[in-house]
Structure formats: C-alpha cells, structure tokens
C-alpha cells in the first residue's frame, strides 16, 4: 500500500488526488490510502480512488501554538500508517 498524507492547503489534497489517479491508471491493483485533515476531505473531488481514507487529528499536524507543522506529520509517519 501507498500511504499519501495530506493537509493544510487544498492544493495538498488536489496533488494527492492527481497521484492518485496517476497511479490507478498505470497500477489498477495498488492499495492507495491516505490520511487527511478534516476541511481536505470535503474537498477531495473523487475519494474512489483511496482504499482508504482516514482524518487526522489535529495533533498530527499542528504544533502547540496551532501553526501547521509538517514535522509533526513526517516524525510520526510509521505510527500514521500502522493503525
């Protein structure tokens, strides 16, 4: 399985999708997941292309002060993508 990570801005979300389509089209049989905040989600124009979808919390991506911090996500990518 791919393991896409997506938040903050919609453009993040759009690339997902158009990776997504990229890969189902060249490698139909590939698991793609992905796991995107909240407001990405409602924008995410075809979600048939995802396996499966999950919602971060905002911990995952957000630091104390509630800034997006992309850090946060990368240094917990294995735990993201194991539950």
């Given at each position: 399985?791919?393991?896409?990570?997506?938040?903050?801005?919609?453009?993040?979300?759009?690339?997902?999708?158009?990776?997504?389509?990229?890969?189902?089209?060249?490698?139909?049989?590939?698991?793609i997941g992905?796991?995107?905040?909240?407001?990405?989600h409602?924008?995410?124009?075809?979600?048939?292309l995802?396996?499966?979808?999950?919602?971060?919390?905002?911990?995952?991506?957000?630091?104390?002060?509630?800034?997006?911090?992309?850090?946060?996500?990368?240094?917990?990518?294995?735990?993201?993508?194991?539950?």
């Amino acid at each position: 399985m791919i393991l896409l990570v997506a938040f903050g801005k919609r453009g993040y979300g759009l690339m997902a999708h158009n990776l997504a389509f990229s890969i189902k089209k060249h490698s139909p049989d590939l698991k793609i997941g992905l796991w995107v905040d909240e407001w990405l989600h409602s924008q995410l124009p075809d979600k048939s292309l995802f396996d499966d979808i999950r919602i971060l919390s905002e911990s995952d991506y957000r630091n104390d002060k509630g800034k997006v911090d992309p850090a946060i996500a990368k240094t917990q990518i294995y735990r993201l993508g194991c539950e």
